[in-house]
């Protein structure tokens, strides 16, 4: 079992920043792919950013271009998602997730084996 649990959520102004950070813990966690998606109200969970087992390399959905990073320090046992430049938009509840088996080609929802249960954002305008 893959435990996941996310913080840094919280209530920030439009054009603040957020640094939400996912702690798995109960296995060999430096071995998972790890990933970020959103859920805005009764929307579909949205795919934000993915990093490699080794960090060496990030993807991004288009609400994250260019605004948001994904990183992962592994001495921390910690992944990490660095928000900038929030809109009222981005506001919803952040998961983080885990890839255990299999390999993601496509960053859906089906894709990721474990979840957390989600930090709350909220950016006022």
């Known amino acids: 079992q893959v435990h996941l649990v996310e913080s840094g959520g919280g209530l920030v102004q439009a054009g603040g920043s957020l640094r939400l950070s996912c702690a798995p813990s109960?296995?060999?966690?430096?071995?998972?792919?790890m990933g970020w998606f959103r859920q805005v109200r009764g929307d579909e969970r949205e795919f934000v950013a993915h990093?490699?087992?080794?960090?060496?390399?990030?993807v991004y959905g288009d609400p994250a271009k260019g605004r948001f990073t994904i990183t992962r320090d592994d001495a921390k046992n910690t992944v990490y998602l660095q928000m900038n430049n929030l809109r009222a938009d981005d506001s919803g509840v952040y998961y983080c997730?885990?890839?255990?088996?299999?390999?993601?080609?496509?960053?859906?929802?089906?894709?990721?084996?474990?979840w957390g249960q989600g930090t709350q954002v909220t950016v006022s305008s």
């Open positions: 990093i490699t087992w080794n960090g060496d390399r990030t």
């Open positions: 109960g296995t060999a966690y430096s071995k998972y792919a």
């Open positions: 997730a885990a890839v255990v088996s299999g390999r993601v080609t496509n960053y859906r929802r089906s894709e990721y084996d474990y």
